[in-house]
């Protein structure tokens, strides 16, 4: 069995992916293997088989068993001697016989980049995600996800169909009730830019241009999602001005990008933050005097990845009045990226994670 695989860029001289034997050298019986919710991108054969090459041998034959799945890109894609396969529910690019089968470009988000900007297979940036428009969205057949036998989801329930695709998502979105084709689900969520400048005059304050920028960092924070970027306008930013009030990410949040440096108006090339200095503040009362700040700037509630770039915290003030070294305080290690802060002699705290 073999489903929520990527095969790609892969030579051979017979089946650039997958060759299947039956027989094989001694003959001991055919090649039968299932393969669900899987896709074969770029593979090349040098004789026959651009991504796979099925032929018996010895008497027996070779007849794989497909559903679910994308085929396309590969030259001449399947290659049968002494071979029947089952292929089903599938995009097979040239068309094959089979139910639910056709023949159509899947729409992939970026074909030139599989693995996308990370380089890392399997996360929210791959390129062989589906776009809104995909053929393949909602044309599988659910009755053909194979059984979750490993228990992936840890439940006891070996009998269920498989839970989740191969980033970990759900099989079957939850705004659909048929199984996409290929080895993700769902639609691709392109990033968003949201903007934020604290002096915005006018506009829809919604983020999503400079002209309607976010006036509240905090209301960008809650707007933005994993693989969003923030840009902040020069200017001094506060949490509330209650004590209790901090800029809060959340655990959903993980990959969230933001960036300072900014004028209003600027493009990323022209940010600069020398010129354009962003200050996350949490001192809201009495100038600094940290017996009125808030206790914390900025608190990461479960998140383990995130970037910041050119921006300027303190301001803080520890309410662990034992814990001199909280200026950051985490469970576990956390990943920084040109995260700068201010620590003076009587502010702690402008930093907290929790987990």
Known sequence: MIANAIFFNNKAVFGGAIRNVGGGIDGS???TPVITNSIFYNNT????????YNTGANGEASNPVITNSIIYGNGDEIF???ATPIITYSLVDGGYPGTGNI????????????????????????????QPNSPAIDTGSNSDIPADTPDLDGDGDTSEPIPFDIMGDNRISDNSSTVDLGAFEGVFDPPLT??????????????????????DLQDALTAATFNDEIWIAEGTYHPG????DSFTITGNQDGIEIYG?????DSFNERNPADHPVVLSGDIGSANDASDNNYHVLVFDG???YKYYQLYCFGGCNHYRRERRCLFFSKRPRRWYFLRWQRKRKIYAALHSRV
């Open 29 to 31: 019986g055919p090649s």
């Open 45 to 52: 054969a040098f004789d026959k088989g651009g991504a796979i």
């Open 80 to 82: 049968n001697r002494i």
């Open 103 to 130: 023949d159509a470009n899947p729409q992939f988000v970026n074909s030139g980049d599989v693995a996308g900007p990370d380089g890392v297979f399997a996360t929210t940036d791959d390129g062989l995600q589906l």
């Open 194 to 215: 949201l903007y934020v400048n604290s002096e915005v005059s006018g506009g829809g304050n919604n983020g999503s241009s400079w002209g309607d920028a976010f006036s």
């Open 241 to 244: 001005t209650n004590r209790d």
């Open 261 to 265: 440096g900014f004028a209003s108006g």
């Open 303 to 305: 998140t383990e990845e």
